[in-house]
């Protein structure tokens, strides 16, 4: 037997498959109303093309003083929160937990937010097709620690994917990592101390043991 669908164009080589859950309780039909009629007009289309890129300007309405991505922003607390602290961002964020995604359009509808654009999948797929040096600051906050030694090639800190955030991160620009989990901290660590295209920007200890104010 093997894992492999009988379709071959539905099958996905292990390194780039999504793993994480989707789906969780029912929404209320409240949030199913926002998801249908809110959620399309705030959507990141990823172009058809994989040769084209996301065209950002197009995106926002116009161009952006700096356009920021978070990955994985579950409820999207802090992706709403660095949106109204920074009007002139134009925040991109992407999380595949539909209830998450949920979560996030309610407060960008309620709290009138307009500078937030969704993703409701696999962030690799607006990381893919954005283009080069396009990005000032890539957010990973929490991400799922998948402990086991066995899946650590599930974690998002992967050379793959740090060669593609490195690719569309400007110059001076920032990947902010934030983790409470040891293995995944060390993981990090290590990840980033074999990279010659990022620097290390904490001086003491209270500069990645504290939390910083945004
Ligand atoms: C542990 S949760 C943390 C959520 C949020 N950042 C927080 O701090 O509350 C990790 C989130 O990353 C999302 N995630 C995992 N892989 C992802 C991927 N490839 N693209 C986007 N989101 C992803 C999961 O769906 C999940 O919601």
Redesign the pocket.
Request: hydrophobic share 25%.
């Given at each position: 037997m093997t894992d492999k669908p009988k379709d071959i164009a539905d099958y996905v080589v292990p390194g780039r498959r999504?793993?994480?859950?989707?789906k969780g309780p029912s929404l209320s039909d409240r949030k199913t109303g926002l998801m249908e009629d809110v959620l399309p007009r705030i959507s990141v289309t990823i172009p058809e093309d994989k040769n084209d890129s996301i065209n950002l300007d197009a995106l926002f309405g116009g161009a952006k003083r700096e356009v920021w991505l978070?990955?994985?922003?579950?409820?999207?607390?802090?992706l709403a929160w660095q949106a109204q602290a920074n009007p002139d961002i134009g925040l991109i964020g992407?999380?595949?937990?539909l209830n998450?995604v949920a979560g996030l359009v309610t407060q960008v509808d309620e709290q009138e937010i307009k500078n937030i654009r969704i993703?409701a999948?696999?962030?690799?797929h607006v990381i893919w097709q954005l283009p080069d040096a396009s990005v000032d600051r890539v957010?990973?906050?929490?991400?799922?620690?998948w402990p086991k030694k066995r899946h650590a090639p599930r974690r998002?800190v992967n050379p793959e994917n740090l060669d593609d955030i490195a690719r569309i991160l400007k110059d001076n620009g920032e990947f902010r990592v934030?983790t409470d989990h040891p293995i995944y901290r060390e993981w990090t660590a290590i990840q980033m101390s074999e990279r010659d295209d990022f620097c290390w920007l904490a001086e003491g200890p209270d500069d990645w043991l504290v939390r910083p104010d945004d």
């Open positions: 999504f793993f994480g859950r989707r978070e990955i994985g922003f579950g409820k999207g607390e802090h992407c999380e595949p937990y998450g993703y999948d696999d962030a690799r957010f990973l906050i929490h991400p799922d620690p998002f934030g």
